[in-house]
């Protein structure tokens, strides 16, 4: 040996290929080493909920290593902070603390932006909040030593109440300065909280029956590794129901029960990529003689619960099903421009504005230096795309021709708050009811459809919003009060339930126009037939009596214009009635006592005529009181 190593010494350059092979010798004996000095880029795509932390492991470090972490906000309005920290404690318990003292200093701290600054620098080996383009975090950070270290992924003073969230990306190189793009084998070990995998079960129930034979849940997003555990059970009826779980393109991905063999079905599935999109459906198997089985049923949906098998899991955790996302909506009636009662339709101008909170629409400010994306008339094609046309279109169930929008503009927040507005004019199909005109209450009803259905967008009420404005312009009614519902009906375009919001008042009519130009009248003529009772000329009485009738064809004439065109007769149509068959017979009845006089019976004549002066309004007066007995009591 000794003597190789003075030939070696005799000869430099053979020295120096010896030391360069036993370099290489040695390099090659550390695979870590060798992968760390080649530089590696791993890309992590995740999303973070409100308040959640993302933690990952850098295994087998070596002092002077280059880490670069580079975070962004890929959906929502997620601000991304990253931050280095050795492992010296569990981290389930280092983010227990790191989160107490955060709300300890929220609650105490009369300069929070430099005590959490503070806060992270005794908690991190490094950290960056907005390092990078816009809010994107960016890190450089050089190894100290040896050993293990973790890499912390969060929301930006998510614990000081800024709740943002969203889907990020994760880019982290090793000893890859400038690298961008993936390479190299991955060397992040993504490392869980105790607990972290989230237990969470909900319960459905349902009706399924021959004419609709299958129910369709929703269920929410679900992570890669988790668990889907179902149990469905008849509650009434010959119910066998089987289970389907279908992907977002409805094709099926397990099943249960599909011959149905058994009276209670079951389903597990692990998720082996991150699901989107896909549905649980609930079906009526086929019963032994051939036919379609109906019944209840309830049904038990769990993710990371296998107790919900045996079908007596406790409910607990967040839904596991997709909720529909509620839509607040206000009608405003500013002015109605007319009531046509033969049409039965009436055109108001309006404002409406829907406020709901979608958080796939939340993004991050830093996407467009703005704290909201608003959108006038010219830019509502650019609402659209953003939306992706999600958004809950309608239609008003019962316009008449063409909705003429005024204006409209939209607005999204940061955190997935939208709202949408418009002014209008529109004309509105009523069903009046004219049975008691002119002393009638007519409804007023305008119905909003949502145009998505009901398992995605539902309604109800934004407070504060709905009205009528005082001065809204109607004379013919008084209207005073209105109300506002919310119901599921059957879509125009399909067959689906949708959301509907009903905006009704009703209004019962002026009444000083009718007595004065129709009862008033009416009053006169029937006066003026009755005060030829007291002419002792039945010739005269004839001539005035027969006037007077054609009086009443006359008014009753002008009055008809007025009039919508019905199948049935209203209150008016009575009276006018009675009125103008007592004119007739009032005529009549003065032609035969003038052909009595004639005859000579002078008497009978006198004795009959003091009747009927004073039995004649009594009777027309008791006539209409059965009229209005009828409409108002026994008919109503």
Same mark, same amino acid.
């Given at each position: 040996?000794?003597?190789?190593?003075?030939?070696?010494?005799?000869?430099?350059?053979?020295?120096?290929?010896?030391?360069?092979?036993?370099?290489?010798?040695?390099?090659?004996?550390?695979?870590?080493?060798?992968?760390?000095?080649?530089?590696?880029?791993?890309?992590?795509?995740?999303?973070?909920?409100?308040?959640?932390?993302?933690?990952?492991?850098?295994?087998?470090?070596?002092?002077?290593?280059?880490?670069?972490?580079?975070?962004?906000?890929?959906?929502?309005?997620?601000?991304?902070?990253?931050?280095?920290?050795?492992?010296?404690?569990?981290?389930?318990?280092?983010?227990?603390?790191?989160?107490?003292?955060?709300?300890?200093?929220?609650?105490?701290?009369?300069?929070?932006?430099?005590?959490?600054?503070?806060?992270?620098?005794?908690?991190?080996?490094?950290?960056?909040?907005?390092?990078?383009?816009?809010?994107?975090?960016?890190?450089?950070?050089?190894?100290?030593?040896?050993?293990?270290?973790?890499?912390?992924?969060? %929301?930006?003073?998510? =614990?000081? #109440?800024?709740? @943002?969230? $969203?889907? !990020?990306?994760?880019?982290? &190189? /090793? +000893? *890859?300065?400038?690298?961008?793009?993936?390479?190299?084998?991955?060397?992040?070990?993504?490392?869980?909280?105790?607990?972290?995998?989230?237990?969470?079960?909900?319960?459905?129930?349902?009706?399924?029956?021959?004419?609709?034979?299958?129910?369709?849940?929703?269920?929410?997003?679900?992570?890669?590794?988790?668990?889907?555990?179902?149990?469905?059970?008849?509650?009434?009826?010959?119910?066998?129901?089987?289970?389907?779980?279908?992907?977002?393109?409805?094709?099926?991905?397990?099943?249960?029960?599909?011959?149905?063999?058994?009276?209670?079905?079951?389903?597990?599935?692990?998720?082996?990529?991150?699901?989107?999109?896909?549905?649980?459906?609930?079906? %009526?198997?086929?019963? =032994?003689? #051939?036919?379609? @089985?109906? $019944?209840? !049923?309830?049904?038990?949906? &769990? /993710? +990371? *619960?296998?107790?919900?098998?045996?079908?007596?899991?406790?409910?607990?955790?967040?839904?596991?099903?997709?909720?529909?996302?509620?839509?607040?909506?206000?009608?405003?009636?500013?002015?109605?421009?007319?009531?046509?009662?033969?049409?039965?339709?009436?055109?108001?101008?309006?404002?409406?504005?829907?406020?709901?909170?979608?958080?796939?629409?939340?993004?991050?400010?830093?996407?467009?230096?703005?704290?909201?994306?608003?959108?006038?008339?010219?830019?509502?094609?650019?609402?659209?795309?953003?939306?992706?046309?999600?958004?809950?279109?309608?239609?008003?169930?019962?316009?008449?021709?063409?909705?003429?929008?005024?204006?409209?503009?939209?607005?999204?927040?940061?955190?997935?708050?939208?709202?949408?507005?418009?002014?209008?004019?529109?004309?509105?199909?009523?069903?009046?009811?004219?049975?008691?005109?002119?002393?009638?209450?007519?409804?007023?009803?305008?119905?909003?459809?949502?145009?998505?259905?009901?398992?995605?967008?539902?309604?109800?009420?934004?407070?504060?919003?709905?009205?009528?404005?005082?001065?809204?312009?109607?004379?013919?009614?008084?209207?005073?009060?209105?109300?506002?519902?919310?119901?599921?009906?059957?879509?125009?375009?399909?067959?689906?339930?949708?959301?509907?919001?009903?905006?009704?008042?009703?209004?019962?009519?002026?009444?000083?126009?009718?007595?004065?130009?129709?009862?008033?009248?009416?009053?006169?003529?029937?006066?003026?037939?009755?005060?030829?009772?007291?002419?002792?000329?039945?010739?005269?009485?004839?001539?005035?009596?027969?006037?007077?009738?054609?009086?009443?064809?006359?008014?009753?004439?002008?009055?008809?214009?007025?009039?919508?065109?019905?199948?049935?007769?209203?209150?008016?149509?009575?009276?006018?009635?009675?009125?103008?068959?007592?004119?007739?017979?009032?005529?009549?009845?003065?032609?035969?006592?003038?052909?009595?006089?004639?005859?000579?019976?002078?008497?009978?004549?006198?004795?009959?005529?003091?009747?009927?002066?004073?039995?004649?309004?009594?009777?027309?007066?008791?006539?209409?009181?059965?009229?209005?007995?009828?409409?108002?009591?026994?008919?109503?």
């Amino acid at each position: 040996m000794n003597l190789v190593l003075v030939r070696f010494r005799s000869n430099p350059c053979a020295l120096s290929v010896l030391l360069l092979l036993g370099f290489l010798f040695v390099w090659s004996t550390d695979p870590l080493a060798a992968q760390n000095d080649a530089g590696h880029v791993q890309q992590v795509e995740g999303r973070l909920p409100v308040g959640e932390t993302h933690a990952y492991l850098l295994r087998d470090m070596r002092a002077g290593d280059r880490i670069t972490i580079a975070m962004r906000a890929v959906t929502g309005n997620l601000d991304p902070v990253v931050g280095v920290m050795d492992v010296s404690r569990p981290l389930g318990e280092v983010n227990a603390a790191y989160r107490a003292e955060t709300m300890r200093l929220a609650a105490e701290s009369e300069n929070v932006t430099l005590d959490l600054k503070a806060l992270r620098q005794r908690y991190f080996l490094a950290w960056d909040d907005d390092g990078g383009e816009g809010y994107a975090a960016l890190l450089e950070y050089t190894i100290p030593a040896p050993g293990d270290y973790r890499i912390i992924a969060g %929301a930006s003073l998510s =614990s000081l #109440g800024r709740a @943002t969230a $969203g889907n !990020y990306e994760l880019l982290v &190189g /090793l +000893n *890859a300065s400038g690298a961008t793009q993936p390479t190299g084998e991955p060397f992040l070990e993504r490392e869980l909280f105790s607990g972290e995998v989230a237990t969470s079960v909900e319960e459905a129930s349902g009706s399924l029956t021959a004419e609709r034979p299958s129910n369709s849940l929703k269920l929410s997003d679900i992570e890669a590794g988790e668990t889907l555990y179902v149990a469905v059970e008849p509650t009434s009826g010959n119910l066998i129901p089987t289970v389907i779980l279908r992907d977002f393109g409805g094709k099926p991905i397990q099943a249960g029960n599909l011959t149905g063999q058994t009276s209670r079905t079951t389903l597990q599935h692990t998720f082996a990529e991150r699901a989107t999109a896909y549905t649980l459906e609930i079906r %009526a198997a086929e019963g =032994s003689d #051939g036919t379609t @089985t109906s $019944g209840d !049923y309830r049904a038990v949906i &769990g /993710l +990371n *619960a296998p107790d919900v098998l045996t079908g007596f899991a406790t409910i607990t955790g967040s839904g596991v099903l997709q909720t529909p996302t509620d839509v607040q909506v206000g009608i405003r009636i500013e002015r109605i421009s007319e009531v046509d009662s033969q049409g039965e339709d009436f055109t108001v101008l309006g404002s409406m504005r829907m406020d709901w909170i979608d958080t796939a629409l939340a993004f991050s400010p830093d996407s467009c230096n703005c704290d909201i994306k608003l959108y006038t008339e010219k830019e509502f094609d650019r609402f659209l795309a953003d939306t992706q046309s999600r958004w809950p279109d309608f239609v008003f169930f019962n316009q008449q021709g063409n909705r003429w929008v005024q204006s409209r503009a939209a607005a999204i927040w940061p955190d997935g708050r939208a709202r949408y507005g418009e002014s209008f004019t529109l004309t509105y199909q009523a069903d009046f009811d004219f049975r008691k005109f002119p002393f009638d209450t007519q409804l007023f009803p305008i119905y909003l459809d949502l145009l998505l259905p009901a398992d995605t967008y539902t309604v109800s009420d934004l407070p504060g919003f709905s009205g009528i404005n005082p001065e809204h312009g109607e004379d013919e009614f008084i209207i005073t009060d209105f109300t506002t519902t919310s119901e599921t009906v059957t879509g125009r375009v399909t067959d689906l339930p949708v959301s509907r919001y009903s905006f009704t008042f009703e209004a019962p009519r002026h009444q000083d126009y009718y007595v004065l130009q129709v009862f008033v009248p009416i009053l006169l003529i029937i006066l003026i037939s009755w005060f030829t009772f007291f002419l002792g000329d039945y010739g005269r009485r004839i001539e005035a009596s027969a006037a007077n009738t054609l009086l009443f064809i006359a008014f009753s004439f002008s009055l008809s214009d007025n009039y919508p065109r019905l199948g049935y007769i209203t209150f008016l149509d009575a009276v006018m009635a009675v009125s103008f068959a007592f004119n007739t017979l009032v005529l009549l009845y003065n032609v035969y006592m003038k052909r009595m006089e004639n005859e000579g019976r002078l008497e009978r004549v006198a004795r009959i005529d003091r009747f009927f002066d004073w039995a004649y309004p009594f009777l027309y007066l008791g006539l209409i009181g059965l009229v209005a007995l009828w409409f108002f009591v026994i008919g109503a």
